[in-house]
């Protein structure tokens, strides 16, 4: 069937053809022009071609979603919350993976080929000059992250300290006394914001004992192998929790606990953080922090479309509050027993 | 800084406009002018508006993805793969959700807006109004999933009978004998498709017992209840093996066993299909067929693009091979040892 033509709707309307494409396409015209133009279209099955109108416009009616690695269940939880928002607003989401050793500055140069209205980046490193090329960019750009607090761009990031000091304070109210914080990198923005968090909640008991210990990577191998070397010199170093900085290596010490006969959360309780699907699944299940990947994704789509509605509003810095989901793996044992047990209190 | 232009290009590079624009999009020049302008646009810091350009050469380099939901894991690594291809060969993937209720058939439509070169559809059914449409479409299109034998569709589909015999012989084999297929609804496609592959992949056993049993949904919590239901009953209806129709379904089976006191895979072997991250993470380990998600989106990118670039080539129907993870949950009993306590063989 031949696509029909703007021509076509405009005689079937009676109309001239500006006046048809303006009743379409801007909805400038009287309301009874509109609704006869609007009806010929239906009639007609006419679409107006994205392309010519989004060059007339000047806009695309697309966004771009880029992240690190779209195969990630937290960016992919993201992505389902912008694509949510994006597709009910008559957007487009446009995907681009920026792999995880770039510098994110390639996708925002791409943006001057003038393919969408607006940005929601992911960066794995916010630099300064990935800031500066954001501050200049050709269309508008909101970051899932922590932008320095003196830049122009809208942001929305996460609060694993907060998250972190949930973890220590359940575990210590649940009689837990020394702990040993599983962290994969140091040198990563989660690995180091969760160390600073588990470090500075310990702080606040001074009745409690917190050690760290920096596995080689966020996954279950390396949590493994880092859980079997601290439970290997418990006699030296006791423990009766692990903190793991994410699920993955909270899962590799579930393993570890249960291959080296340490009953959890008997002899030890174990968290983890992201509160994936994963954490759901193990047996016994495991506590875990949730960030809020969803209702950051959904912000940040919130926010650029109000950036894009009103270009001059005032710069938008939210944070999203995390919450603590206990399951088997740090239920409370009694304090009394955990107090005979390891002579501390 | 304003955005340079294809005129100040062309007055650096010391060529006409038409020449400048020609050596830039089209490489239709001397090599020697095609040198010049892209110094010259490098200098500059031009880039081709990709709307202007889309429009001239009939089109937008942007290829979209759409499938029931985003936030699915298989799709994902689907998404993933295809993403892979798309951007390397200098493509944009344009993401839709088309969610579970939907017949696709507005995907199909919005086509005709001109915002693609392509479409790869993950549709949740086949109908024959569907294939009718994707026939007429105005860009090609490919289906992972079933099209029908005579349709002129380019299409990839998974091979989960095939997966399902494999687990069956692998259980016969480690001397498993009595075995429940658990599936989720059977009026889905992969209900349906795998309780048959279950089905014909017994009727090879005759020396073996098969019956099935369907739970309301794919999910753990609906594989727990299922899987009590049958433990439960195993007094009057002995089994050694429980085939589950996915990894949720056999996660609950696992986790009603551990409940129930059955010892996996000492009494009972357990198996589940898709083999996700979360089949990687239970204790035991569960054995699972791999579809080849990935696989399966890196192929239906390679049919689009090559149909793009040749609209009247030979329809490609493509079936990937499945293949078998065996893990802990169904690791062999010695034969003699089944024989005796169950009294089968």
Redesign the interface.
């Known amino acids: ?1 031949p ?1 029909p033509t703007i021509t076509q709707v405009a005689a079937l309307a009676g109309v001239s053809i500006a006046s048809a494409s303006r009743a379409l396409n801007d909805q400038i015209a009287s309301a009874e022009t509109i609704e006869k133009v609007r009806k010929a279209a239906a009639e007609l099955g006419y ?6 109108r ?2 007339k416009l000047g806009r ?1 009616q ?1 966004l771009a979603y880029a992240v690190a ?3 990630n ?1 937290v960016y ?2 993201m ?2 919350a912008v ?2 928002v994006v ?1 009910a607003s008559g957007y ?6 920026t792999g995880t050793t770039s510098t994110s500055l390639e996708v925002v ?1 791409e943006l ?4 969408v209205d607006g940005l929601i980046l992911s960066p794995l490193r916010v630099t300064d000059e990935l800031i500066q090329a954001l501050e ?1 960019a ?1 269309v508008p750009v909101v970051v899932l992250g922590r932008a320095p607090e003196e830049s122009t761009i809208d942001s929305v990031r996460a609060d694993s300290p907060r998250g972190m000091r949930m973890v220590v304070d359940h575990l210590v109210a649940t009689g837990r006394r020394r702990l040993v914080f599983l962290n994969g990198p140091r040198d990563t923005t989660p690995g180091r914001l969760r160390e600073e968090g588990f470090l500075a909640a310990m702080a606040a008991h001074p009745d409690a004992e917190g050690r760290t210990f920096a596995a080689p990577d966020f996954t ?1 191998a390396s949590g493994y192998a880092a859980a079997q070397k601290v439970l290997d010199d418990a006699d030296d170093a006791p423990l009766d929790a692990i903190v793991a900085a994410n699920d993955l290596i909270g ?1 590799g010490a ?2 570890a606990a ?1 291959d080296l006969g340490w009953s959890v959360p008997g002899d030890l309780s174990i968290t983890g953080m992201d509160n994936t ?2 954490a ?4 016994p299940g495991l506590t875990s922090v949730d960030l809020g990947a969803a209702e950051r994704g959904r912000l940040a789509a919130e926010l650029l479309l109000a950036r894009i509605a009103e270009p001059t509003r005032a710069v938008h810095t939210v944070t999203v509050a995390p919450s603590l989901t206990i399951r088997a793996s740090s239920m409370a044992k009694p304090l009394a027993q955990a107090t005979a047990e390891r002579g501390v209190g």
């Open positions: 069937m696509r679409i107006p071609d994205s392309r010519a989004s060059l695309t697309q690695d779209i195969g269940p992919v939880e992505m389902s694509q949510h597709a487009r989401l446009v995907i681009s993976s140069d001057r080929r003038g393919h200049l050709p279950i899962i579930l393993h249960d699907e994963l759901e699944v193990t047996r």
